[in-house]
Protein backbone atom coordinates (compact mmCIF):
# COMPACT_ATOMS: atom_id res chain seq x y z
CA UNK A 1 0.00 0.00 0.00
CA UNK A 2 1.31 3.69 -1.25
CA UNK A 3 1.56 5.76 2.04
CA UNK A 4 3.54 8.49 2.81
CA UNK A 5 3.70 8.92 6.73
CA UNK A 6 5.58 11.88 7.04
CA UNK A 7 2.71 13.58 4.93
CA UNK A 8 0.30 11.90 7.10
CA UNK A 9 1.94 13.58 10.20
CA UNK A 10 2.50 17.07 9.02
CA UNK A 11 -1.95 16.67 8.11
CA UNK A 12 -2.08 15.43 11.91
CA UNK A 13 -0.53 18.41 13.20
CA UNK A 14 -2.44 21.11 11.27
CA UNK A 15 -5.23 19.09 12.36
CA UNK A 16 -4.50 19.34 15.79
CA UNK A 17 -3.79 23.21 15.04
CA UNK A 18 -7.37 23.66 13.94
CA UNK A 19 -9.34 21.92 16.50
CA UNK A 20 -11.31 25.39 17.59
CA UNK A 21 -10.79 27.98 20.39
CA UNK A 22 -10.86 26.38 23.82
CA UNK A 23 -8.65 23.64 22.82
CA UNK A 24 -5.99 23.10 24.94
CA UNK A 25 -3.14 22.35 22.29
CA UNK A 26 -4.14 24.93 20.20
CA UNK A 27 -1.09 26.92 18.96
CA UNK A 28 -0.57 30.41 18.27
CA UNK A 29 -1.58 31.64 14.66
CA UNK A 30 2.24 32.25 14.12
CA UNK A 31 2.70 28.29 14.69
CA UNK A 32 -0.17 27.21 12.64
CA UNK A 33 1.44 29.27 9.67
CA UNK A 34 4.39 27.92 9.66
CA UNK A 35 3.47 23.98 10.19
CA UNK A 36 0.92 25.47 7.10
CA UNK A 37 3.53 26.53 5.22
CA UNK A 38 0.63 29.13 4.19
CA UNK A 39 -0.07 29.41 0.10
CA UNK A 40 2.53 26.17 -0.73
CA UNK A 41 0.31 23.37 1.19
CA UNK A 42 -2.49 22.56 -1.22
CA UNK A 43 -5.57 21.47 1.38
CA UNK A 44 -8.42 19.39 -0.15
CA UNK A 45 -11.66 18.19 1.92
CA UNK A 46 -13.21 15.25 1.05
CA UNK A 47 -16.75 14.46 1.64
CA UNK A 48 -19.49 11.18 1.69
CA UNK A 49 -22.73 11.24 1.31
CA UNK A 50 -25.27 9.13 1.85
CA UNK A 51 -24.50 6.74 4.36
CA UNK A 52 -23.87 5.54 6.93
CA UNK A 53 -23.64 2.17 6.18
CA UNK A 54 -21.91 -0.31 8.17
CA UNK A 55 -20.45 -2.63 6.35
CA UNK A 56 -18.90 -0.13 4.18
CA UNK A 57 -18.27 2.75 6.46
CA UNK A 58 -16.48 1.21 9.05
CA UNK A 59 -13.83 -0.05 6.65
CA UNK A 60 -13.40 3.74 5.65
CA UNK A 61 -12.93 4.82 9.20
CA UNK A 62 -10.42 2.39 9.47
CA UNK A 63 -8.78 3.96 6.15
CA UNK A 64 -8.65 6.98 6.91
CA UNK A 65 -7.74 6.70 10.55
CA UNK A 66 -4.64 4.40 9.42
CA UNK A 67 -3.84 7.55 7.39
CA UNK A 68 -4.75 10.49 10.19
CA UNK A 69 -7.03 11.76 6.87
CA UNK A 70 -10.34 13.76 8.32
CA UNK A 71 -13.40 13.78 6.24
CA UNK A 72 -16.70 15.41 6.18
CA UNK A 73 -19.88 13.13 6.19
CA UNK A 74 -23.10 14.08 4.93
CA UNK A 75 -25.95 11.17 6.71
CA UNK A 76 -29.51 10.23 5.51
CA UNK A 77 -31.56 11.09 8.63
CA UNK A 78 -32.93 7.65 8.12
CA UNK A 79 -29.65 6.16 8.35
CA UNK A 80 -29.14 7.27 11.57
CA UNK A 81 -30.83 4.67 13.97
CA UNK A 82 -28.79 1.69 14.35
CA UNK A 83 -25.82 3.30 12.95
CA UNK A 84 -25.48 5.56 16.54
CA UNK A 85 -21.93 3.78 17.17
CA UNK A 86 -20.53 4.42 13.92
CA UNK A 87 -21.59 8.03 13.98
CA UNK A 88 -20.06 8.66 17.29
CA UNK A 89 -16.73 6.88 16.12
CA UNK A 90 -17.07 9.86 13.15
CA UNK A 91 -17.13 12.20 15.67
CA UNK A 92 -14.34 10.76 18.09
CA UNK A 93 -11.89 10.30 15.15
CA UNK A 94 -12.04 14.40 14.06
CA UNK A 95 -14.27 13.79 10.80
CA UNK A 96 -17.50 16.71 10.45
CA UNK A 97 -20.54 15.81 10.43
CA UNK A 98 -23.91 17.33 8.18
CA UNK A 99 -26.85 15.85 7.04
CA UNK A 100 -28.39 15.06 3.72
CA UNK A 101 -31.85 15.60 4.55
CA UNK A 102 -33.85 12.48 6.47
CA UNK A 103 -35.12 10.53 3.03
CA UNK A 104 -32.94 11.40 0.35
CA UNK A 105 -34.98 14.09 -1.28
CA UNK A 106 -35.20 17.24 -3.71
CA UNK A 107 -35.63 19.75 -1.32
CA UNK A 108 -36.69 22.72 -3.94
CA UNK A 109 -40.33 23.75 -3.21
CA UNK A 110 -40.91 21.83 -0.26
CA UNK A 111 -43.32 23.51 2.88
CA UNK A 112 -41.67 24.43 5.48
CA UNK A 113 -43.66 21.95 7.28
CA UNK A 114 -41.51 19.35 4.87
CA UNK A 115 -38.38 21.12 4.69
CA UNK A 116 -38.53 20.34 8.88
CA UNK A 117 -39.46 16.51 8.53
CA UNK A 118 -36.51 16.28 6.40
CA UNK A 119 -33.67 18.51 7.98
CA UNK A 120 -34.86 20.01 11.32
CA UNK A 121 -35.82 15.64 11.88
CA UNK A 122 -32.35 14.55 10.90
CA UNK A 123 -30.08 17.48 12.97
CA UNK A 124 -32.62 16.04 16.04
CA UNK A 125 -31.43 12.63 15.56
CA UNK A 126 -28.06 13.90 15.09
CA UNK A 127 -28.25 16.27 18.23
CA UNK A 128 -29.47 12.82 19.98
CA UNK A 129 -26.20 10.66 19.50
CA UNK A 130 -23.70 13.44 19.55
CA UNK A 131 -25.39 16.42 21.57
CA UNK A 132 -25.59 20.13 20.14
CA UNK A 133 -24.11 20.57 16.61
CA UNK A 134 -24.71 22.76 13.52
CA UNK A 135 -25.06 19.59 11.17
CA UNK A 136 -24.43 21.74 8.05
CA UNK A 137 -26.11 20.79 5.32
CA UNK A 138 -25.48 19.04 1.63
CA UNK A 139 -28.71 19.18 -0.61
CA UNK A 140 -29.22 15.97 -2.30
CA UNK A 141 -28.62 16.32 -6.03
CA UNK A 142 -27.23 19.61 -5.38
CA UNK A 143 -30.69 21.16 -5.78
CA UNK A 144 -31.93 24.14 -3.78
CA UNK A 145 -33.77 26.66 -3.66
CA UNK A 146 -33.55 30.80 -2.23
CA UNK A 147 -36.25 29.62 0.24
CA UNK A 148 -35.04 26.66 1.48
CA UNK A 149 -31.43 28.03 1.51
CA UNK A 150 -32.81 30.34 4.06
CA UNK A 151 -34.04 27.38 5.95
CA UNK A 152 -31.34 25.52 6.22
CA UNK A 153 -29.81 27.79 8.68
CA UNK A 154 -26.52 26.71 8.02
CA UNK A 155 -24.28 27.03 5.05
CA UNK A 156 -25.14 24.12 1.98
CA UNK A 157 -21.68 22.81 0.88
CA UNK A 158 -22.33 21.24 -2.60
CA UNK A 159 -18.48 19.99 -4.05
CA UNK A 160 -16.22 21.00 -7.42
CA UNK A 161 -14.74 17.60 -7.96
CA UNK A 162 -17.27 14.87 -8.33
CA UNK A 163 -16.42 11.34 -9.84
CA UNK A 164 -19.47 9.84 -10.11
CA UNK A 165 -18.84 7.01 -8.31
CA UNK A 166 -22.08 5.72 -7.61
CA UNK A 167 -22.39 5.15 -11.37
CA UNK A 168 -20.30 2.34 -12.47
CA UNK A 169 -18.83 1.40 -9.35
CA UNK A 170 -15.05 1.25 -11.15
CA UNK A 171 -12.32 1.56 -9.13
CA UNK A 172 -9.65 3.20 -11.68
CA UNK A 173 -11.94 5.12 -13.31
CA UNK A 174 -13.29 7.16 -9.81
CA UNK A 175 -9.32 7.55 -8.35
CA UNK A 176 -8.21 8.71 -12.32
CA UNK A 177 -11.04 11.31 -12.88
CA UNK A 178 -10.38 12.57 -9.07
CA UNK A 179 -6.76 12.63 -9.14
CA UNK A 180 -6.99 14.28 -12.48
CA UNK A 181 -8.94 17.38 -11.37
CA UNK A 182 -8.54 17.86 -7.95
CA UNK A 183 -7.00 20.85 -6.89
CA UNK A 184 -5.90 23.15 -4.03
CA UNK A 185 -9.15 24.17 -2.04
CA UNK A 186 -11.69 21.57 -3.71
CA UNK A 187 -14.37 19.51 -2.34
CA UNK A 188 -14.35 16.11 -3.76
CA UNK A 189 -17.97 14.20 -3.58
CA UNK A 190 -17.92 10.09 -3.00
CA UNK A 191 -20.73 8.10 -1.43
CA UNK A 192 -19.58 6.08 1.68
CA UNK A 193 -22.46 3.19 0.80
CA UNK A 194 -20.39 1.60 -2.10
CA UNK A 195 -17.14 -0.87 -1.31
CA UNK A 196 -15.94 0.59 -4.60
CA UNK A 197 -15.95 3.92 -3.50
CA UNK A 198 -14.64 3.14 -0.05
CA UNK A 199 -11.56 1.67 -1.84
CA UNK A 200 -11.36 4.14 -4.41
CA UNK A 201 -11.36 7.23 -1.94
CA UNK A 202 -8.09 5.48 0.18
CA UNK A 203 -6.35 5.06 -3.22
CA UNK A 204 -7.11 8.94 -3.92
CA UNK A 205 -5.91 9.96 -0.41
CA UNK A 206 -2.29 8.07 -0.30
CA UNK A 207 -1.96 9.53 -4.07
CA UNK A 208 -3.11 12.89 -2.99
CA UNK A 209 -0.89 12.72 0.25
CA UNK A 210 1.92 11.82 -1.85
CA UNK A 211 1.51 14.88 -3.85
CA UNK A 212 1.97 16.87 -1.16
CA UNK A 213 -1.96 17.48 -0.44
CA UNK A 214 -3.33 17.92 3.20
CA UNK A 215 -7.10 17.02 3.77
CA UNK A 216 -8.99 19.02 5.67
CA UNK A 217 -12.85 18.86 6.73
CA UNK A 218 -14.88 21.08 5.35
CA UNK A 219 -15.11 23.40 8.40
CA UNK A 220 -11.45 23.23 8.41
CA UNK A 221 -10.94 24.30 4.82
CA UNK A 222 -13.51 27.57 5.36
CA UNK A 223 -11.21 28.44 9.16
CA UNK A 224 -7.75 27.67 7.09
CA UNK A 225 -8.79 30.18 4.36
CA UNK A 226 -10.44 32.69 6.47
CA UNK A 227 -13.87 32.61 5.20
CA UNK A 228 -16.65 33.14 7.86
CA UNK A 229 -19.41 30.52 7.08
CA UNK A 230 -22.41 32.14 6.23
CA UNK A 231 -26.01 30.51 6.59
CA UNK A 232 -28.29 29.94 3.67
CA UNK A 233 -25.40 30.50 1.31
CA UNK A 234 -24.21 27.97 -1.16
CA UNK A 235 -20.34 26.83 -1.01
CA UNK A 236 -18.92 24.77 -3.81
CA UNK A 237 -14.73 25.13 -3.55
CA UNK A 238 -12.69 26.90 -1.23
CA UNK A 239 -9.71 27.91 -3.25
CA UNK A 240 -6.39 29.84 -1.91
CA UNK A 241 -5.29 33.14 -2.20
CA UNK A 242 -2.71 32.13 -5.39
CA UNK A 243 -5.07 29.36 -6.92
NI1 LIG B 1 -27.04 11.89 -2.05
New binding site residues.
Partial sequence: MKFRRTAAAVCALTLIAVLGPGEETRPADADLELELEVGRTPLVALTF??GPRKSTTGPLLDGLALREVPATF?L?GDRVPGNEELICRMAAEGHQIGV?TYG?VILSGLSREEFDAQVGRSRELLERVLGEGEFWL?P??GIVDGQTALWAQSPLILWSVDPEDWRDQDVERIVSQVLAHAGDGDIILM?DIYPSSVEAALEVVDALLERGFCFVTVEQLMAERQIQPEPGRVYRTLPGAES
Fill in positions: DDFVHHRPYH
